[in-house]
């Protein structure tokens, strides 16, 4: 499981809500979760096309030797991407991700037929099929997650360097908005209202100061979208968990380590 930064502690309070808002910047494991959601997407989908392509084929050739030879390759690949995904998620994110105990489950490698029944009849084996090749959901979220964020945050961010050429500001649909939100107070005989309107028209950012605020507003979004990134990739570590936590080692460095 990956490990946490310390970082100093702040007592409790106003001041301690804005570290903990700001202190996401500091942390290793926000750039992790980063890494990881990024490659979700390139991997789901390598993994749904492989798949997809090698069980049909695999299928539609088992009449042959050639297909079944595929279909024992492939169950064998999903295992070790498994562990892989496995391995990867426990280091990079803040989950644990535990792998069973091989040496009370499994069958020895020197048995090569128990193995391969364990295999193809083990829930670990499927568990794992279904992560890799739901993984492209998992992507497609997360793809359109950072670059809607991505486009929003540095947008604004980065105003002050083309706010001369470009129009950036606020532009209504209809041209112009305007409310009169009232609040009353009734009592007994006593009536008092308040109402406050307020107009929003189309602005444009046209001055230096002006782009340097809504700058401003953009280092806010980055940070808030640092903050929602973690979470997601909270959920993708849970999901990860539910799926891959109690899967099998590695085939292949069992063999290595014997």
């Not at 990079?92 to 020197?110: C, I, K, N, R």
């Not at 107009?199 to 980055?222: F, I, K, M, Q």
Request: net charge neutral; with cysteine; hydrophobic share 50%.
């Amino acid at each position: 499981m990956s490990q946490r930064v310390s970082l100093p502690r702040v007592s409790g309070g106003p001041r301690a809500l804005l570290w903990r808002f700001f202190r996401v910047t500091l942390r290793l494991q926000t750039y992790a979760n980063l890494l990881y959601l990024s490659a979700l997407f390139p991997l789901g989908l390598i993994y749904f096309v492989g798949f997809t392509v090698g069980f049909s084929l695999g299928i539609g050739l088992s009449i042959l030797l050639v297909g079944i030879a595929l279909l024992v390759a492939l169950v064998y690949l999903t295992r070790e991407l498994t562990a892989l995904e496995r391995w990867i998620a426990d280091r990079a994110l803040v989950v644990d991700v535990p792998a069973v105990d091989a040496d009370t489950t499994e069958p020895p490698l020197s048995d090569p037929i128990a193995h391969l029944k364990y295999v193809f009849t083990s829930l670990s084996t499927w568990k794992g099929l279904v992560y890799l090749v739901s993984k492209l959901a998992l992507g497609i979220g997360a793809f359109t997650l950072l670059v809607s964020l991505g486009a929003i945050s540095l947008s604004l961010l980065f105003v002050p360097l083309y706010y001369e050429d470009v129009n950036v500001g606020v532009h209504p649909v209809s041209g112009e908005v305007s409310a009169q939100p009232s609040i009353e107070f009734a009592l007994q005989t006593w009536q008092v209202g308040l109402t406050i309107p307020f107009r929003v028209t189309t602005w444009y950012v046209t001055t230096l100061p002006e782009a340097l605020a809504v700058s401003g507003l953009g280092v806010l979004a980055v940070i808030l979208s640092l903050h929602v990134c973690n979470f997601a990739a909270r959920i993708a570590g849970w999901y990860a968990s539910l799926l891959l936590g109690g899967t099998d080692r590695s085939t292949v460095r069992r063999i290595l380590d014997v």
